[in-house]
């Protein structure tokens, strides 16, 4: 087991948030405070180091005007629903609901007919997208939704991407979403609410919410590990 603390933004051992928001949940009103810290027991499987545990940093975000950061009222015995939250509060976004954790998740969800696409950019500049579903260092994207706006699918409103590896490459991941506007089957929903959740080594790092807009494209959030 190791304990690593660390203080600047690339150093080994950290996951920093620049993530864009305010606060909210159940919704605050305030930013995030800078600085927090929490700790994270990550679940990889042994050898080597199993349990090795790491401090995680998370600095000031860098905020945009409409985004707020979402805070669940966490309850160990809530019932965990497929809406892109972490309702139970176990460091798994929607388990049991056909897509996958690791030590690394993400989960956008949105609440209207609109085709959403959720992007993330791993450290060695590989982009997960319903567009390249796997890559290099084990990122993979299990759940496409409303592609073309179908809706013969579960869970049509949600997009899930996770690392099978349990020692995900260090660096930064850069999480995007876009509104794709190729037909009105979609943009007819207009500007759509999206929630957007990270998870890594199995904490919640965060929740965020955003109104998009047909055929936007925005930069949610990076974190470093
Ligand atoms: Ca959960
Ligand atoms: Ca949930
Ligand atoms: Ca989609």
Not at 19 to 35: D, K, M, N, V, Y
Not at 96 to 109: E, H, K, M
Not at 178 to 205: D, E, F, K, P
Request: with cysteine; aromatic share 6%; hydrophobic share 35%.
């Amino acid at each position: 087991m190791s304990l690593i603390r660390t203080s600047g933004f690339m150093a080994a051992g950290m996951i920093s948030i620049l993530a864009i928001a305010s606060s909210g949940c159940i919704i605050r009103t305030t930013a995030r405070p800078a600085h927090a810290t929490v700790r994270v027991r990550t679940n990889a499987p042994p050898p080597p180091q199993a349990h090795a545990t790491v401090t995680v940093q998370a600095q000031q975000p860098q905020l945009a005007s409409g985004v707020t950061v979402i805070e669940t009222s966490c309850d160990p015995n809530a019932p965990e629903i497929c809406n892109g939250l972490d309702d139970n509060c176990n460091g798994l976004i929607d388990e049991g609901c056909g897509y996958s954790s690791g030590n690394i998740q993400i989960t956008l969800a949105w609440n209207s007919g609109a085709d959403l696409d959720l992007y993330v950019t791993d450290p060695n500049g590989q982009t997960l997208s319903y567009q390249n579903t796997r890559v290099g260092s084990g990122g993979h994207l299990d759940q496409d939704a409303r592609g073309a706006c179908n809706p013969n699918q579960p869970n049509n409103t949600i997009e899930n991407v996770y690392w099978e590896q349990p020692n995900p490459p260090n660096g930064v991941y850069a999480v995007e979403v876009h509104y794709w506007a190729g037909a009105s089957c979609s943009t007819r929903s207009g500007v759509t609410n999206m929630t957007l959740s990270i998870a890594v080594g199995g904490q919640l790092l965060g929740s965020y919410s955003y109104a998009i807009s047909p055929d936007q494209r925005i930069s949610i959030a990076q974190f470093q590990i």
